[in-house]
């Protein structure tokens, strides 16, 4: 299987994570505000529904949703 097209990093030393998309940095999002907002400009209709899809977005280095410093 194939890895998800989107990935939110683990969270940074700072807080937040780094999000990808197709292996393109989209920015540092800090919630999932930041994260829907990054989708959407990357123009994905309809980002919140993608957040918990395992098909299009894949967590790496901890929680789903969790945004603390590492």
């Not at 899809?53 to 967590?59: F, I, R, T, V, Y």
């Amino acid at each position: 299987m194939a890895s998800a097209p989107i990935v939110v990093h683990r969270p940074s030393p700072t807080g937040g994570r780094r999000v990808t998309a197709y292996g393109r940095i989209l920015g540092l999002a800090r919630d999932d505000r930041d994260l829907v907002e990054f989708l959407r400009r990357a123009g994905l209709p309809g980002a919140e529904t993608l957040l918990d899809d395992p098909q299009w977005l894949e967590w790496r280095g901890g929680r789903a949703h969790e945004w603390d410093a590492a």
